[in-house]
C-alpha cells in the first residue's frame, strides 16, 4: 500500500483551495530540491529530487511550499494505526509505503476483499488517496501499485506475474536506477519481457551479483519476507548549504553538531559504532568520502576528533563546500565499555549530564558551542522502529 502523492494530499487535507493546482513540495530556496509534487505538477515534466529552480522555470504558476513534517508524521501515524489494527503482519518501509502479509487471511475473508475494505477504511478515516498492489511477492505487488496509481488498485493472480511485468519498462524494477537503466539500454534491453528472455548467467557476466537478483525480480521470483521491524545498520545526516562556502568555522560548527547529534542518537538507542564515514560534496558536485574503523563507541569525545580528522583529510581550502555528511556504522547493541587509558571520570559524567538534560528538554537542549549554529540537525529517534520522516530540504 503507498500513499499517493503523500505531502501534497496532507497539505490539501488541511487547505482545500490547493486542490487541483500544480504543487511543488521541498526546498524554497534556489537551493533546494523537490521532495514531492503533485500530478498537476507532474504533468509539466517535474518530479521529486529535481532542483527546485528547475522545477519552478517548467511551472511558474506552480504554488511552492515549505512543508510541515509534524503534519505528515500525524497523518502517516493516523494510516499506520488503521493499518495495525487490520491485519496480522504489516511492515512500513517509509513515511507513506507498507507492506501487508495476509498469507492465510484468504481462508477467512479472501485476502483482495480484505485489502480493498482496509484501502477503503483508510480513505474514510484519514481522508487521504492510497493505492495498493495484491500478488504473490513483495516485487510485483510495488510495481503494481505503481501501476494502480493515482487512488486505485491492482490484483495480480498467481501465474500472472511475468505477463504483467513483461510489457513494463526495466526502471519500473525496485532496484534499476540510472546507471542501472543505461547499462541494460546500452544492451538494448528496455522492456522487462527482454529481460525474462535473457538466460540468468548473461545477466551474471553482465551486471554481476546485481544482475542475477533483477533477473529474478523481471521474472516475479522475490522470496523476501515482510518483516515487521529492521534492525539499523547506520545512522547518518547530512546538510546543503545555501551558499557554497569556504567558512572553516561554519564547517567545522556543523561537523561537530552532526557528530554529537548522532552519538547522542547511538546512546539513546544503546548502540555502538565501529566505523566512521565523512562525505564532502564541492561546487563542482565532486563527492568524496572516507570512512575510518575505530574500536566500538558511542561517546562524544571518541566520534568528534575522528570526524574532524576525516574532515580535515578531505577539506581543500581553496575549493567552495555545498555539502556535508557524517554516518556511523556497522552498529551494535551495547554500552560503552570504559577505557582504561583515555576515559576519565569527568568524560563520563560529563556525557551522562547531558544527556539527562536533553531527554528532559529535547535533543537541543544542551550542545558544544561550536555547533551553536547549526540549528536544524534532525531530531527524531533512530532506534524507535519508525523509519526516518521525509521531510523538505532544511538548510543552513
Known amino acids: 500500500m503507498d500513499l499517493d502523492t503523500f505531502f501534497v494530499s496532507c497539505e490539501r487535507h488541511t487547505d ?13 530556496s534556489d537551493r533546494g530540491v523537490v521532495a514531492s509534487c503533485s500530478y498537476e505538477a507532474r504533468k509539466f515534466g517535474i518530479h521529486s529530487a529535481m532542483p527546485m529552480r528547475m522545477a519552478k522555470q517548467l511551472c511558474p504558476e506552480a504554488i511552492v511550499l515549505r512543508g510541515n513534517s509534524g503534519i505528515y508524521t500525524k497523518f502517516s501515524n493516523a494510516v499506520t494505526d488503521v493499518i495495525k489494527e487490520s491485519v496480522p503482519l504489516y511492515e512500513k518501509t517509509s513515511i507513506d509505503e507498507f507492506y501487508i502479509d495476509l498469507t492465510g ?22 481522508g487521504l488517496p492510497i493505492s495498493f498492489g ?16 493515482p487512488n486505485n488498485e491492482i490484483r495480480i493472480l498467481s501465474g500472472n506475474e511475468k505477463p504483467f511485468l513483461a510489457p513494463l519498462s526495466v526502471k519500473k524494477i525496485p532496484m534499476v536506477g540510472n ?27 553482465v551486471l554481476g551479483k546485481n544482475g542475477l537478483v533483477i533477473w529474478k525480480k523481471a521474472n516475479g521470483i522475490d522470496n523476501s519476507p515482510v518483516v515487521q521491524y529492521h534492525e539499523r545498520k547506520s545512522i547518518s545526516t547530512e546538510r546543503t548549504f545555501n551558499q557554497d562556502t569556504t567558512d572553516v568555522t561554519k564547517l567545522k560548527g556543523m561537523v561537530v553538531a552532526m557528530a554529537e547529534n548522532l552519538a547522542y542518537q547511538l546512546r539513546r538507542g544503546h548502540k555502538l559504532t565501529a566505523c566512521v564515514t565523512f562525505k564532502i560534496r564541492y561546487s563542482d558536485f565532486q563527492t568524496y568520502t572516507q570512512q575510518q574503523r575505530i574500536p566500538y563507541s558511542a561517546m562524544d569525545h571518541m566520534l568528534i576528533p575522528v570526524v574532524l580528522d576525516l574532515f580535515k583529510k578531505l577539506y581543500h ?11 556511523f556504522s556497522h552498529l551494535v547493541e551495547g554500552g560503552h565499555q570504559v577505557n582504561l587509558f ?16 536533553r531527554e528532559r528538554y529535547g ?25 526516518p520522516p521525509l521531510l523538505a530540504n532544511r538548510r543552513r
Open 317 to 327: 581550502r581553496r575549493l567552495l563546500v555545498r555539502l556535508i555528511g557524517v554516518k
Open 134 to 149: 495484491l500478488s504473490l511477492n513483495k516485487t510485483v505487488s510495488k510495481i503494481a501499485t505503481g501501476e494502480a496509481k
Open 363 to 387: 535533543d537541543r537542549a544542551v550542545m558544544s558551542a561550536a555547533g551553536l549554529e547549526a540549528k536544524t540537525i534532525s531530531r527524531f529517534n533512530p532506534f524507535n522502529g519508525e523509519p
Open 16 to 28: 482545500s483551495s490547493l486542490n487541483g493546482k500544480p504543487i511543488l513540495i521541498g526546498g524554497t
Open 342 to 357: 583515555e576515559d576519565n571520570e569527568m568524560h563520563l559524567n560529563l556525557t551522562n549530564a547531558m544527556d539527562k538534560m
Open 179 to 205: 546507471v542501472t537503466y543505461k547499462a541494460l539500454c546500452d544492451l538494448g534491453v528496455k522492456r522487462i519481457h527482454t529481460i525474462q528472455e535473457m538466460p540468468m548467467e548473461l545477466m551474471h557476466k
Open 105 to 126: 487471511m484468504d481462508k477467512f475473508f479472501g485476502c483482495h476483499k480484505l485489502a480493498s475494505e482496509l484501502r477503503q477504511k483508510i480513505i474514510k478515516e484519514t
